[in-house]
T-cell receptor
């Protein structure tokens, strides 16, 4: 059973701090990794995609990938109350580019 | 990224009835997907919808209960058949333009069964 796990929440950080969200996956063949943000009552919204080892930055968001450790993370710098949401890690199934497995999500609260 | 419209946005249905959810994409896409998200839970893939072929269902989901159509590269429907209260959930459509590209989601259909 291929799995995607995320650090259990809820995670609370003060406004302006760095929020660190972690994700591990079991399928060594996975090649594509995604972070989605989901506000309560809304559908998931893509934040970042990453395919190669290392860091990828987009504004206040940085995704980090380490395939050897089967680990992907999302850092949110200068956290804002508007970042309060559930963050879903998604990993493609290594044997298929079609199927993506979603993690259980981590709830983030940014406290003003 | 593709813009995905899903309807209805919500519905309340009687048990034993069926509901068809529509998903329209503003551009041609290779793959469309149907997910279920139960309260407080993550996304569970129901099936992958390919144009011109039968949908591929995940373990625990069957075509008789969740028939899917994919008549062209921009449209798909999911029917939830013979509904029971356990089918109360959010149903999400997503699409992807190409292999290895991220999926983008419609706004979802919030379904309640009485």
């Amino acid at each position: 059973q291929k799995e995607v796990e995320q650090n259990s929440g809820p995670l609370s950080v003060p406004e302006g701090a760095i929020a660190s969200l972690n994700c591990t996956y079991s399928d060594r063949g996975s090649q594509s990794f995604f972070w989605y943000r989901q506000y309560s009552g809304k559908s998931p919204e893509l934040i970042m995609s990453i395919y190669s080892n290392g860091d990828k930055e987009d504004g206040r968001f940085t995704a980090q990938l380490n395939k050897a450790s089967q680990y992907v993370s999302l850092l949110i710098r200068d956290s804002q109350p508007s970042d309060s949401a559930t963050y879903l890690c998604a990993v493609n199934e290594g044997t298929s580019y079609d199927k993506v497995i979603f993690g259980p999500g981590t709830s983030l609260s940014v406290i003003p | 990224s593709a813009v995905i419209s899903q309807k209805p946005s919500r519905d309340i249905c009687q048990r034993g009835t069926s509901l068809t959810i529509q998903c329209q994409v503003d551009s041609q896409v290779t793959m469309m997907f149907w997910y279920r998200q139960q309260p407080g839970q993550s996304l569970t893939l129901i099936a992958t919808a390919n144009q011109g072929s039968e949908a591929t269902y995940e373990s625990g989901f069957v075509i008789d209960k969740f028939p899917i159509s994919r008549p062209n590269l921009t449209f798909s429907t999911l029917t939830v058949s013979n509904m029971s209260p356990e089918d109360s959930s959010i149903y999400l459509c997503s699409a992807r333009t190409d292999e290895n590209q991220p999926q983008h989601f419609g706004d979802g259909t919030r379904l309640s069964i009485l």
